[in-house]
C-alpha cells in the first residue's frame, strides 16, 4: 500500500484539495473503498478543517498495509474466528508495535467509520464489531444532574478503555516565575492572552489584530469584555471546526492588548510589506504559521529557564482550573461556572470541561483568590 498527499492538481466537483489523502495499491491502483470514504467523511461540513486528513489517512494506510502483510481481506468480517479483523488490528498497535492507547483508539476511530460508510454502501453485510455498556467513572461535580445516565455509556467493543492523564496546570506561584523569565514583550503577551482566555495556540497564532480596541475610548463601563471570535468574518480568525464563539477578556486586560499594539507591536509590523491581520508577527514581521508550532516551542525554551516544563495547552489547562475555581466562589455572580468555562475553551460537550472539576476539587482553599486580577497585578509590577 502507498499513501499519497494530493497536488493543487487534484480537483473534486472543480475545486483543488492539496493535501487530501490518496491511498494506492502497490500496483498503484486506486483503493477505491479507502478514497471513496476519504471523500465521503472529510469533506462533509462537520470537519471543517484539514488538520483531519493526515490521521485519517494515516490511519486507513496502517489498517490496509495491515491486512495485506497477513493476507487478510476487510471484507471478511464473518472470518468464523472470535477475534473480529477490527479486534486483531487493536492488538496489533497495542502488543506488536507498543503504541499507546490513545494512539490505538484513534486509529480505530477512523477505521469504525469506514465500516459503518462500508455498511451503508451495502460493501459488508454487517460491522467487525457491536456495541457494548460500560461503567463508566463520574467525575465529582456540583452539576449532578448532567449525569443523569447512571455512570453507563455505550461503547464500541473493539475500542480499548481509556486512560487519560489529568491535565496539568501551573499554580500561581509559577505562573509568576514563567512570566518573569520572559525577555521578549511579544511573546509575554501570547502567553498572558493564553492565560486570560484559554484560547487554543492555533487561536492565538491567528488572534487578529481589529480585536483589539481601547476600551476607554469606546466608553466601556462593564468589568468584561465579549469578543466574538468569527472565522467567517474576513479577520482571518481560526478556530476549532470553524466553530464561532464568545470569548470574555477583563477590560483591564484589553487595556493591556491595546497598549501593545500602540507600542510595541509596530517594530515588528514594519518589517512586513503588506499589512498583517494578526495580532502576533513573528521576528520577519509575519504571522506565525498556521497551527501555533513555533509559539509551543516558545514556550517550552521559556519553561526551561524559569525551570518549569510547560507547553502551549498548559496554560489552557492552568486558565481552565483557576478560572472555574474562582466562579465557584463567587456564586453571586449568576453564572454556572461549568458552562462559563465550557463556553469559553469551545468544547462541543461539557463533559469534556468537567475534568477540570476533579483538579479544582484537589487544590487547597487559599490556592487562589481571583485569577484575573492576580495576573493583572503582576503585570502591573513588572
Known amino acids: 500500500m502507498e499513501l499519497v498527499w494530493a497536488t493543487e492538481d487534484f480537483l473534486i466537483a472543480g475545486q483543488p484539495y492539496p493535501g ?54 476487510w471484507r471478511d468480517v464473518d472470518r468464523g474466528e472470535a477475534k473480529s479483523l477490527v479486534a486483531a488490528y487493536r492488538d496489533y498497535c497495542l502488543k506488536t508495535c507498543g503504541l499507546t492507547r490513545t494512539t490505538t483508539r484513534q ?34 461535580s456540583f452539576l449532578a444532574h448532567l449525569d443523569a445516565n447512571g455512570g453507563k455509556a455505550i461503547a464500541n467493543d473493539v475500542m480499548p478503555r481509556s486512560h487519560k492523564a489529568q491535565p ?13 523569565s520572559v525577555d521578549n514583550p511579544h511573546h509575554r503577551m501570547m502567553m498572558r492572552l493564553a492565560l486570560h482566555t484559554g484560547l487554543r495556540r492555533e487561536e492565538i497564532a491567528a488572534f487578529p489584530l481589529v480585536y483589539v480596541f481601547d476600551p476607554d475610548k469606546k466608553g466601556r463601563l462593564e468589568r468584561n469584555l465579549r469578543i466574538y471570535l468569527d472565522p467567517f468574518d474576513g479577520s482571518g480568525m481560526l478556530t476549532k471546526g470553524s466553530k464561532p464563539r464568545d470569548v470574555y477578556v477583563s477590560c483591564q486586560f ?11 507591536r509596530g517594530e515588528r509590523a514594519s518589517l512586513s510589506k503588506t499589512p498583517q491581520k494578526a495580532l502576533f508577527l513573528n521576528q520577519l514581521g509575519e504571522p506565525y504559521s498556521e497551527g501555533g508550532k513555533s509559539f509551543n ?3 517550552s525554551e521559556i519553561g526551561k529557564g524559569a525551570g518549569i516544563k510547560v507547553h502551549t495547552h498548559m496554560l489552557r489547562h ?24 465550557q463556553r469559553q475553551l ?18 487547597a482553599d487559599d490556592a487562589v483568590l481571583t485569577y484575573d486580577d492576580e495576573l493583572n497585578a503582576m503585570a502591573e509590577a513588572a
Not at 496546570?169 to 514563567?178: E, F, G, S, T, V
Request: glycine share 4%; net charge positive.
Open 168 to 180: 496539568k496546570y501551573l499554580i500561581m506561584a509559577d505562573i509568576k516565575l514563567l512570566l518573569a
Open 254 to 264: 484589553m487595556a493591556e492588548l491595546y497598549r501593545y499594539v500602540s507600542t510595541i
Open 20 to 73: 487530501f489523502p490518496i491511498l494506492l495499491r502497490d500496483s498503484m491502483e486506486s483503493c477505491i473503498p479507502a478514497n471513496q470514504f476519504f471523500r465521503h467523511y472529510l469533506l462533509r461540513g462537520e470537519i471543517g478543517s484539514k488538520r483531519s486528513w493526515p490521521s485519517t489517512g494515516r490511519a486507513l494506510y496502517d489498517f490496509f498495509s495491515f491486512l495485506e502483510a497477513h493476507e487478510l481481506d
Open 346 to 363: 469551545g468544547h462541543s460537550s461539557i463533559q469534556t470541561t468537567m475534568v477540570y472539576l476533579h483538579l479544582v476539587n484537589e487544590m
Open 318 to 341: 492552568t486558565y481552565a482550573t483557576h478560572t472555574l475555581l474562582s466562579l465557584q466562589r463567587s456564586p453571586a455572580s449568576g453564572l454556572d461556572p461549568l458552562v462559563f468555562v
Open 297 to 299: 516551542r516558545i514556550i
Open 107 to 140: 486509529r480505530l476511530t477512523y477505521i469504525c467509520k469506514f465500516y459503518e460508510y462500508s455498511l451503508k454502501q451495502g460493501w459488508v453485510e454487517r460491522l467487525p464489531f457491536a456495541y457494548e455498556e460500560r461503567t463508566v467513572k463520574r467525575q465529582p
